[in-house]
């Protein structure tokens, strides 16, 4: 975790550098409750929507969001479609390639498994992932049948049709699928498998992720990125600065 508490004056100062845009676009998925979904309205809500609007209010910023599907997310922000990528993405070498990120804004979430009974053979069945995802990528690695989906609701879908044996996601999304619908079983077995989650920003954009980067570190010191972790059960918390 960076140590960084900064003044009031310091980090309008690094707001004020970082904007060569009127307004910043942050993009997201709207698909992946509790970090990002769309409200019986059709507004973007969840852990991300709060933190990304928190951030932009104390950066003195002037943001609107983007729904993008997530298997072209990467894609089109470094077309320029948006500005920055604040979708549950967890912070990789191999997208770090291709695109910028800040501090992690929350740590690495455990994945975990849903299927339709808890004895489900996961090396010798079909286990669903989200495309383009980490958990797409384990599984591939395992050796084990992988079928992937663009949507994660296809992925629940895929199970409880038997088009797959298991889902392997987020156990911040999982959860709560498990607990409301009683044909599903979140299995014991957890992975620890992605770094923390982080904004994406394209590789070019430095002051403005200097300026997204001081933010969420001033709001790891004074608790309030805690408080909203906790507000929507999306991970661990951070420890003391």
Do not use: H
């Given at each position: 975790m960076?140590?960084?508490?900064?003044?009031?004056?310091?980090?309008?100062?690094v707001a004020s550098t970082a904007m060569a845009q009127d307004v910043v676009r942050m993009g997201t998925e709207g698909a992946y409750p509790p970090w990002n979904y769309l409200d019986d309205d059709g507004n973007?809500?969840?852990?991300?929507?709060?933190?990304?609007?928190?951030?932009?209010?104390?950066?003195?910023?002037?943001?609107e969001w983007v729904v993008n599907d997530w298997d072209s997310i990467i894609p089109n922000l470094v077309s320029g479609n948006y500005d920055t990528i604040i979708a549950g993405m967890s912070i990789t070498p191999e997208r770090a390639e291709v695109i910028a990120f800040t501090?992690?804004?929350?740590?690495?979430?455990?994945?975990?498994?849903?299927?339709?009974?808890?004895?489900?053979?996961?090396?010798?069945?079909?286990?669903?992932?989200?495309?383009g995802t980490i958990q797409a990528a384990f599984v591939a690695d395992q050796g084990w049948t992988l079928v992937e989906f663009a949507?994660?609701?296809?992925?629940?879908?895929?199970?409880?049709?038997?088009?797959?044996?298991?889902?392997?996601?987020?156990?911040?999304?999982l959860e709560p699928i498990a607990a409301e619908d009683d044909g599903l079983v979140l299995l014991a077995r957890e992975?620890?498998?992605?770094?923390?989650?982080?904004?994406?920003?394209?590789q070019s954009d430095d002051e403005l992720r200097e300026t997204f980067?001081?933010?969420?570190?001033?709001?790891?010191?004074?608790?309030?990125?805690?408080?909203?972790?906790?507000?929507?059960d999306v991970a661990s918390t951070f420890g003391d600065c």
């Open positions: 960076n140590k960084l508490i900064l003044t009031a004056a310091s980090l309008a100062l973007i809500a969840g852990f991300e929507r709060d933190l990304g609007d928190e951030l932009c209010a104390r950066a003195e910023l002037t943001c501090q992690e804004y929350t740590p690495p979430d455990p994945s975990a498994y849903i299927a339709l009974t808890d004895d489900v053979d996961l090396a010798g069945g079909v286990v669903a992932a989200q495309t949507t994660p609701e296809e992925t629940i879908s895929a199970v409880r049709s038997g088009e797959a044996d298991a889902v392997l996601a987020d156990k911040s999304y992975e620890q498998i992605g770094g923390g989650v982080g904004m994406g920003l394209r980067d001081a933010v969420i570190g001033e709001m790891k010191c004074d608790g309030s990125l805690n408080a909203l972790i906790e507000k929507w």
